[in-house]
T-cell receptor, first 112, second 113 residues
């Protein structure tokens, strides 16, 4: 069964400093990865999707995927206080039932 | 812009009562889901449903049941709530059940006293 783990659990950065979040997964056949963001008492919004090794940029958000290392990361360039939220990694297993497995999230706080 | 609408956003009830949460999506998607999010923010899928198939997570207690009138609506009914049902319930939809992006509602928080 797919295991998705995120680190760190919480992260505090200053406005403008790069924020880096990590996600590891257990099933090497996984081929579909997304990063979602959840503001307090809100639903999730997708930030970036990545399906092959390398990087994918969506605005200030860049995902890096290394399937050999079972690792996908999210880098937030010039984070702002409005980026303070919980960031969730979602991994879909190839050949499975296409349901994503979510990590427990990283709580990001961006100080002005 | 919100396109998955959940009601109510918040509900407090006593053990043993019946609760229903409603969900409607205006995205034209054909697959809808219910997730449970616990106090530690962990998301666990409960049901996924399209017009062909209902898939139930086998760990979901039988007191939970999905109800759908058409592909734009998927409600969640809890027959007799228990304290461990206190959580946020998130509805989502996607285009086809093929690993596509999920679009979430804002959640329905249930507190069982």
């Amino acid at each position: 069964q797919q295991k998705v783990q995120q680190s760190p659990e919480s992260l505090t950065v200053s406005e403008g400093a790069m924020a880096s979040l990590n996600c590891t997964f257990s099933d090497g056949t996984s081929n579909n990865f997304r990063w979602y963001r959840q503001h307090s008492a809100k639903g999730l919004e997708v930030l970036v999707s990545i399906f092959s090794d390398g990087e994918k940029e969506e605005g200030r958000f860049t995902a890096h995927l290394n399937r050999a290392n079972l690792h996908v990361s999210l880098h937030i360039r010039e984070p702002q206080p409005s980026d303070s939220a919980v960031y969730l990694c979602a991994v879909v297993t190839s050949g499975g039932n296409y349901k994503p497995t979510f990590g427990k999230g990283t709580s990001l706080v961006v100080h002005p | 812009e919100t396109a998955v609408f959940q009601t109510p956003n918040y509900h407090v009830t006593q053990v043993g009562n019946e609760v229903s949460f409603n969900c409607k999506q205006t995205l034209g998607h054909d697959t809808m889901y219910w997730y449970k999010q616990d106090s530690k923010k962990l998301l666990k899928i409960m049901f996924s449903y399209n017009n062909k198939q209902l898939i139930v997570n086998e760990t979901v207690p039988r007191r939970f049941s999905p109800q759908s009138s058409d592909k734009a609506h998927l409600n969640l009914r809890i027959k007799s709530v228990e304290p461990e049902d206190s959580a946020v319930y998130l509805c989502a939809s996607s285009l086809q059940d093929s690993g596509n992006t999920l679009y979430f509602g804002e959640g329905s928080r249930l507190i069982v006293v």
